[in-house]
């Protein structure tokens, strides 16, 4: 459950840290952590929706996809490439 609800400390923490000092960081760690919470958010509705069985399929799903492309961006990221996160929105700007 940890994969799939906690990966937007690691973003938070890289853009608090270096964020300031290097528009570049600021530019991942956003891109980062705008997916991050999104598919946070996510999970744990599917976590909630194990009541209703439902969540027993979707909750991996979830978790399986933000553990993915967390990978590929930070891949990316390590690359120099700015990574754009399929499937999410700009909560953070």
Do not use: E
């Amino acid at each position: 459950m940890g994969g799939g609800t906690l990966g937007w400390i690691g973003p938070l923490v890289a853009l608090v840290a270096k964020g300031n000092q290097s528009p570049t960081v600021r530019a991942h760690a956003i891109a980062a952590l705008n997916f991050q919470l999104l598919w946070s958010i996510i999970t744990v509705i599917c976590w909630i929706l194990i009541c209703v069985v439902i969540g027993f399929v979707l909750a991996p799903i979830a978790t399986i996809i933000a553990i993915v492309f967390g990978i590929i961006g930070g891949v990316r990221a390590n690359d120099g490439q700015l990574y754009t996160y399929p499937m999410t929105f700009s909560i953070i700007k």
